[in-house]
């Protein structure tokens, strides 16, 4: 079957850096998204990986490894508007996008 | 700029009524989708459409029903709802299957 896995919940200081973890299994593999989804709002497009490595875009990061189905989403010097739910999606061998449920990202001052 | 819109923004619905949740794209995507989002669950995909005049069925597609009679609107039909039907719904369109997906900002609906 298709999965993902990403953590339900993670904590952090403000100013700190995070990282979320996101493994996945699906038929076939077209690329990785992350998604960023404030509670109440629509989710809003981070980054897509298709290549294996490090993508570096301002305070955040996306990598992926396709032999291992696993990437993350690297968060620095974190701000309170960083709280969110940060949503992992896989593109199958249809195109289609497989979603994970969410992390949710709680920043303490 | 507009980008995609839904219409309501939320609904109280009696089990066994139709709806037709709406939705519009500004930005010429060939693609749309319709998902529904439930506490503690990933996105899933109800219905999609690659294109203008074709759709497809998604991971949930039971008890929905849409139609793309042109590129702007992706129209979302509940036939007879039911009380498993409240969820909050995302309408959502791309340039292709491989690339940023833009999202409206959603419907809250519940059946009761």
């Known amino acids: 079957g298709q999965n993902i896995d990403q953590p339900t919940e993670m904590t952090a200081t403000e100013g700190a850096i995070v990282q979320i973890n996101c493994t996945y299994q699906?038929?076939?593999?077209?690329?990785l998204f992350w998604y960023q989804q404030h509670a109440g709002e629509a989710p809003t497009f981070l980054s897509y990986n298709v290549l294996d490595g490090l993508e570096e875009k301002g305070r955040f990061s996306s990598f992926l490894s396709r032999s291992k189905g696993y990437s993350y989403l690297l968060l620095k010097e974190l701000q309170m508007k960083d709280s969110a739910s940060y949503l992992c999606?896989?593109?199958?061998?249809?195109?289609?996008?497989?979603w994970g449920a969410g992390t949710k990202l709680i920043i303490k001052p | 700029t507009a980008g995609i819109t839904q219409a309501p923004t939320s609904q109280i619905l009696a089990a066994g009524r139709s709806m037709t949740l709406r939705c519009t794209q500004d930005?010429?995507?060939?693609?749309m989708y319709w998902y529904r989002q439930d506490l503690g669950l990933g996105l899933r995909l109800i219905h999609y459409s690659n294109t203008a005049g074709t759709t497809g069925k998604g991971e949930v597609p039971d008890g929905y029903s849409v139609s793309r009679a042109n590129t702007d609107d992706f129209p979302l039909t509940l036939a007879s709802a039911v009380p498993s039907q409240t969820s909050v719904y995302f309408c959502?369109?791309?340039?292709?299957?491989?690339?940023?997906?833009?999202f409206g900002q959603g419907t809250r609906l519940t059946v009761v």
């Open positions: 999606a896989s593109l199958d061998s249809n195109y289609q996008l497989i």
């Open positions: 699906t038929s076939g593999f077209n690329g």
């Open positions: 959502a369109s791309s340039d292709s299957s491989s690339s940023e997906a833009f």
């Open positions: 930005m010429r995507h060939n693609a």
